[in-house]
């Protein structure tokens, strides 16, 4: 138990840092706004054995988002997905991104979901309030910080990055 706390500690520690400049009031000439930054979370993974083929497994998280760049789309989210990762079709997902008003980003993201190949892309499908109407994409690489036998996981973002705008299309993303 000593150890796990000091890894939630550790992992604590490092999320903390000094905090994100608020995002630009302007958006550049193309409409499209860049960010990146972190995602500390941590959940619960269910594995369902598949005999010779692997295994499956369904991932619920939650954690805390910390943005930046000069016009990111806001500081601090609360960011939750559900993902399923799957030998055959690997890793497919949803997530939802809360800030402090209560305003949510709807995404859709998929990946290999292997530890080799953990690159995860997603493209932003819609919103509610000051974000109703975003298109985009980002991407990211997912690394586990804590796994038990119990199912309980925690984990990091890494690599995390994106850029996105306000109503037209999805035409021209990555």
């Known amino acids: 138990m000593r150890i796990f706390a000091s890894i939630v500690l550790a992992v604590a520690a490092a999320a903390c840092g000094p905090a994100p400049q608020p995002p630009s009031a302007t958006a550049p000439p193309s409409g499209w706004r860049e960010f990146e930054g972190s995602w500390n979370a941590t959940g619960s993974r269910r594995t369902l054995s598949l005999g010779e083929r692997g295994r499956s ?15 990111s789309p806001g500081v601090g989210f609360q960011g939750e997905a559900i993902a ?84 037209g299309s999805q035409e021209g993303t990555k």
Do not use: C, H
């Open 57 to 71: 497994a369904i991932l619920d998280l939650k954690g805390t988002m910390l943005l930046s760049g000069k016009a």
């Open 84 to 167: 399923l990762v799957d030998p055959k079709a690997g890793l497919v997902g949803r997530a939802v991104w809360t800030d402090e008003r209560g305003d949510q980003v709807f995404s859709e993201f998929t990946g290999e979901g292997t530890a080799a190949k953990n690159r995860i892309t997603g493209t932003f499908i819609g919103g509610t309030g000051r974000f109703a109407g975003v298109v985009g994409d980002y991407e990211l690489s997912w690394q586990y910080v804590v796994e038990s036998e119990d199912g309980t996981i925690q984990g990091r973002a890494t690599g995390l990055k994106g850029r996105f705008r306000i109503g």
